[in-house]
């Protein structure tokens, strides 16, 4: 039989409230109390109350989820991902919270009942669909996104800044042939296929509706950077090395291969690398490569040139704005570096 409160009260002769007030607020007894109740409880075989009940009595769940628009296994396979989910449960765990991860696909109704029914008190999107989010609302619940937004609370860098200033390293080094490598829009596309700028342009018009696209402020400060350079865009699979080592021969293996490759992210540009070395390329030398994100040890010990944003602080900032309503601001723009190292050269 379940031992409970009422229980430990009777065998010590106390009421209920001051057990509770032995696990709850020890403050409120004397320590000759507190510690005669505590080894009562023990010795019944009462672990303590129910902490999963009490929240729910109160209306909250102390659970926080983090939604992707991705499978559930890319939270853990992606760099960046692993390292933003580090800094935002480092501040979760601080306060005694949990975190639940949640697949929510662009487009598929049946994932998103865990966002309509699962009991969580507020909603972080990394890279998650409109859908989800608009649901998380539609329910009253604090969000927080990590792409710009036109409303909501938002922890973010100037991506088309930072877009803008790898760009122009890039065209300061005197390259005129770029190619701009990046995720694919839909995981059941044909990949990886070259297109024309403004053709990229007309594919993103056509999805952008369906979900934050995190790369898109980017991928316009890349073009903008870019302007009066011959640029072409590569869609590879999703965000991993594999895609970059699939789009690179795209533009290695041809006569007129461009003289730089812009990744709009480490895990790509990393993939690309491979493909040059695998070629006898050098980088920064044969063709220059960057990526973006310097991801911890594994961009430096690249050599790879990127934009250097504070992933970590941004996991952590977008924690602490969901559990604490009162904090301002509520629309944090981190700032970004650019970071030069010898993936990139002049022209040839």
């Not at 869609?235 to 080592?245: C, H, I, P």
Request: glycine share 8%; charged share 25%; net charge negative.
């Amino acid at each position: 039989m379940r031992v409970t409160m009422k229980d430990i009260a009777e065998v010590c002769g106390v009421s209920v409230m001051t057990v509770s007030n032995a696990f709850n607020r020890p403050d409120q007894l004397s320590r000759e109390l507190r510690e005669r109740i505590l080894a009562r409880a023990e010795k019944m075989g009462y672990a303590g109350p129910d902490a999963r009940a009490r929240n729910l009595r109160a209306g909250r769940s102390n659970t926080y989820a983090v939604v992707f628009a991705e499978r559930l296994s890319y939270a853990f396979t992606d760099p960046f991902c692993t390292v933003w989910l580090a800094g935002f449960s480092q501040a979760m765990e601080a306060r005694g919270a949990s975190v639940v991860l949640l697949s929510v696909p662009v487009g598929s109704p049946g994932s998103l009942e865990a966002v309509q029914r699962s009991a969580f008190d507020g909603l972080a999107g990394l890279c998650a669909s409109n859908d989800a989010i608009d649901a998380a609302r539609q329910r009253g619940l604090p969000v927080v996104v990590t792409s710009a937004s036109d409303v909501g609370d938002q922890v973010t860098i100037d991506d088309f800044a930072a877009g803008q200033d790898l760009a122009r390293h890039v065209r300061r080094l005197g390259h005129q042939r770029v190619a701009v490598i990046v995720e694919t829009l839909d995981e059941d596309a044909d990949v990886p296929v070259e297109l024309a700028v403004p053709e990229f342009e007309r594919l993103v018009a056509d999805v952008r509706n369906r979900g934050f696209l995190d790369s898109w402020e980017r991928w316009r400060g890349l073009f903008a950077g870019l302007e009066g350079a011959e640029t072409s865009v590569v869609v590879g699979g999703l965000n991993s090395r594999e895609a970059g080592r699939a789009a690179a021969p795209l533009v290695l293996d041809r006569a007129d291969r461009p003289t730089a490759i812009i990744a709009v992210s480490d895990v790509i540009a990393l993939g690309v690398l491979e493909a040059v070395d695998a070629r006898g390329l050098v980088a920064g030398r044969d063709v220059s490569v960057a990526g973006f994100d310097d991801l911890p040890h594994l961009a430096e010990a690249a050599g790879l040139t990127t934009i250097r944003q504070p992933i970590r602080d941004k996991g952590r900032l977008a924690a602490e704005l969901l559990l604490d309503p009162d904090r301002q601001p509520r629309r944090v723009t981190l700032p970004h570096e650019l970071v030069v190292r010898r993936s990139t050269g002049p022209a040839r």
